[in-house]
């Protein structure tokens, strides 16, 4: 079946730093990939969505300067966190669909610790 | 936006028994799909279930869906107390480039 690699799956970083976190499709082209944040004992919430060769668009709420995605490839997708802060510390996780499959295939996420 | 709903939010049951949670959604879908999440892990497809369908099961797990109540249910029967985890309902426009949409979870506790 499809599968989603995200890279990597914590980190901890100091206030200030920027993370990149990567979402690649394994097996299959993905044109659309969804990046979701969830906070502690939440719900995943849509940060934006990242199309293949085009800007991403992003959900009300979401700065678009302060999360860069990169959809450079049909296979990888990149959020970076840029200038990160505690309150940004949070479980990313990516999704693609593939076309021929009605499921999403999700990321196993990324544990981010800002200290 | 967050457009499902998850009934309870919180289920605590012991081992053996049923364990039902419910979900409510307020837009036409494709499909219907419920997920588990362990605490701080990435997520695992349980079980999905389409707008013409109306009853699934996989396993232990009985999926309903109510297209007319804008609803679902999912039961776990015979609980264990590995089946400890938060349940969440995702609905699914289906598309092209729709991502689901992500109810608020049940988180279910089984008790040995």
């Not at chain 1, 992003?58 to 959020?79: C, M, P, R, W």
């Not at chain 2, 232990?60 to 679902?72: F, H, I, Q, Y």
């Not at chain 2, 776990?76 to 109810?103: E, M």
Request: charged content about 20%.
């Amino acid at each position: 079946g499809a599968v989603v690699s995200q890279h990597p799956s914590r980190v901890i970083c100091k206030s200030g730093t920027s993370v990149k976190i990567e979402c690649r499709s394994l097996d299959f082209q993905a044109t659309t990939m969804f990046w979701y944040r969830q906070f502690p004992k939440q719900s995943l919430m849509l940060m934006a969505t990242s199309n293949e060769g085009s800007k991403a668009t992003y959900e009300q709420g979401v700065e678009k300067d302060k999360f860069l995605i990169n959809h450079a490839s049909l296979t990888l997708s990149t959020l970076t966190v840029t200038s990160a802060h505690p309150e940004d510390s949070s479980f990313y996780i990516c999704s693609a669909r593939d076309r021929s499959n009605e499921k999403l295939f999700f990321g196993s996420g990324t544990q981010l610790s800002v200290l | 936006s967050q457009q499902g709903e998850e009934d309870p939010q919180a289920l605590s049951i012991q081992e053996g028994e049923n364990a039902t949670m419910n979900c409510s959604y307020k837009t036409s879908i494709n499909n219907l799909q419920w997920y588990r999440q362990n605490s701080g892990r990435g997520l695992v497809h349980l079980i999905l279930i389409r707008s013409n369908e109306r009853e699934k099961h996989s396993g232990r797990l009985r999926v309903t869906l109510d297209t007319s109540k804008k609803s679902s249910s999912l039961l776990i029967t015979a609980s264990r107390a590995a089946d400890t985890a938060s349940y969440f309902c995702a609905t699914d426009a289906h598309s092209g480039n729709t991502p689901l949409v992500f109810g608020k979870g049940t988180r279910l506790s089984v008790i040995a």
